[in-house]
Structure formats: structure tokens, C-alpha cells
């Protein structure tokens, strides 16, 4: 069965197309990654599945259900993932999960369980009785998403979730994510790293301009494009540079080797 299901939809702002009549289907239980460069409406898709923001056209089903019909139902599924750093700043991190692990419905104990169980998975264990103000941004980042996971949510969006950690932490996101999987859930997430698509998802979109404009695994992509990595595949899609679409390569490819 599809996670999520996308058809046709089209978000255009002043004028500019930020979404152009996408279709996707992203299967259960499975990471999806879409890829991207800046400006691709990676963000713009994420913000229209949580109902953020309203597509102009087309349709969405989550978990069955249309997010324009059935939003009440689908914000149920969805959880908390999207109310991302909610965290209170004077809180500790061991407080702060006590506080969503009761207010989503847990009592006192087994908040307390989960929460000591989410410490440990995102190494914060020393920095459990800090306040959130004195977290550096990986630990926080690292909190926003310990937070996010503490009801087990069946579907979890995650936009960009490693742009800017340090390669520890990111390899740490990476095996949360990949243990995540595991236990049942389907995780879509966002990235301008060929690598991490290529490394953690199961399926890959390919978005620029507002379209999809490849699909399928890191595997299939590069055979279909006869590429060794993303990148060929990327650079054989949008164009040799003669074109002017050059520049999106370059920037991915220059954010890969920040990684
Ligand atoms: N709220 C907005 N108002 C106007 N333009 C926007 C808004 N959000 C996004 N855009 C534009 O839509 C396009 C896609 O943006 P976005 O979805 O953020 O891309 P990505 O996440 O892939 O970097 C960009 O050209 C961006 O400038
Ligand atoms: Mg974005």
C-alpha cells in the first residue's frame, strides 16, 4: 500500500510555479527521499502534506485518507512530527519529553520510559538535565526530533534533517531514521545530498522546478541514466550546461563535498 499518494498538484506563488502538476505515490514502510536543489519546491511539497500550506490544484491521500476532505483524520495519523521545535527553552531535555510524552496522552511513567529511551537512542543522555537554551544546534536538532518520535507517528516528514550537522550527528540521524524503518514507519524526507538519497532511502524522486523529473532507486536511476552516481544522473537529466541548467549541478554537487 502507498503511504502517500499525490496527484496532479500545483502550488503557484506571484506567479512563480513552485509545484507544477506532481504526481507521486511513496510506498509504506520505506524512506523516500526527494532530492533536489535549492529553490526545486522540495519544501513546498513537505509544507502541503502537512497542511501547511494549500496546493491550487490536485489531490493528496495519506493513509487513505484526502487531506482536503478528510484533514481532522489525517492529523491524527501524522502526529506531532509537524509542530517541530516546539520545545520549551527554559525546559530540560528529560522535562521537555516528560511534558509532550504526557501531553500526547502517556502517563507520568511511561513518559518517563520513552523519554529515557530517546535520550539514549540520540545520544543526549549527558545533556538530559540541560536547558534547551544551552543545547549547540545538533543537540537540538537532535531534540526536535526525539520530540517528534516519542508516540511512535506511523508517517514522520522530515525537511532536510541533516543540512548542516556535523558528520557524527548525521550519521546518528541516519541510523535513527534507518531504525525508524524498521519499527514500521515510512519516513519522506528532503535533501540536497546526492549521498544521504543515495545511502538511507529505499526510493528516490528527483525534483527540480517545481517537477518531478526522475524516479526510482539509487540503483535504477543510475542504470536508466548509464551514470556511476546521483550526480551523472542529475547532470544527464537537466542538461550538459549548454542549456543554462548547469547551475543547479554545480550546487548540488559543491554540497556534496561539504558533506
Ligand atoms: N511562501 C512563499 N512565497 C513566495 N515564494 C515562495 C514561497 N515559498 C517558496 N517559494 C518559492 O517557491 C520555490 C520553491 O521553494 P521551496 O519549496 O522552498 O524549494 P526547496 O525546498 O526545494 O529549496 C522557490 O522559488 C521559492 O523561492
Ligand atoms: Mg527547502
Same mark, same amino acid.
Given at each position: 500500500m502507498n503511504a502517500i499518494e499525490i496527484k496532479n498538484i500545483s502550488k503557484n506563488f506571484d506567479g512563480l510555479k513552485?509545484?507544477?502538476?506532481l504526481s507521486l505515490d511513496i510506498p509504506e514502510n520505506s524512506v523516500f527521499a526527494i532530492l533536489g536543489p535549492n529553490g526545486a519546491g522540495k519544501t513546498t511539497v513537505i509544507n502541503i502534506l502537512s497542511m501547511l500550506l494549500k496546493p491550487d490544484k490536485g489531490t493528496v491521500k495519506i493513509l487513505g485518507f484526502?487531506?482536503?476532505?478528510e484533514s481532522k483524520k489525517v492529523r491524527e495519523l501524522v502526529? !506531532? %512530527?509537524?509542530?517541530?521545535?516546539?520545545?520549551? #527553552?527554559? !525546559?530540560t531535555a528529560k522535562q521537555n519529553l516528560l511534558v509532550f510524552g504526557q501531553l500526547l496522552g502517556l502517563s507520568r511513567k511511561e513518559a518517563k520510559i520513552r523519554g529515557n529511551e530517546l535520550l539514549k537512542e540520540f545520544n543526549l543522555e549527558d545533556a538530559a538535565?540541560?536547558?534547551?537554551?544551552?543545547?549547540s544546534g545538533g543537540m537540538r536538532r537532535r531534540l526536535d526530533l526525539a520530540v517528534s518520535l516519542i508516540d511512535r507517528p506511523k508517517l514522520i516528514f522530515l525537511d #532536510?534533517? %541533516? %543540512?548542516? !550537522?556535523d558528520p557524527r550527528t548525521r550519521n546518528q540521524m541516519w541510523s535513527t531514521i534507518k531504525n525508524l524503518v524498521k519499527k514500521g514507519s515510512t519516513v519522506l524526507l528532503t535533501t540536497q545530498y546526492l549521498e544521504e538519497a543515495d545511502q538511507l532511502s529505499d526510493e528516490i524522486a528527483i525534483m527540480d522546478e517545481g517537477k518531478v523529473i526522475a524516479k526510482g532507486t539509487a540503483e535504477s536511476l543510475k542504470k536508466e541514466y548509464k551514470a556511476k552516481n546521483l550526480d551523472e544522473v542529475f547532470l544527464k537529466i537537466t542538461g550538459d550546461g549548454t542549456d543554462g541548467k548547469n547551475n543547479n549541478y554545480e550546487e548540488l554537487n559543491m554540497i556534496k563535498e561539504v558533506v
Open positions: 513552485a509545484i507544477d502538476n484526502d487531506i482536503m476532505k502526529g !506531532l %512530527t509537524l509542530q517541530y521545535a516546539c520545545v520549551d #527553552e527554559a !525546559l538535565n540541560k536547558p534547551i537554551q544551552k543545547f #532536510e534533517p %541533516t %543540512t548542516g !550537522l
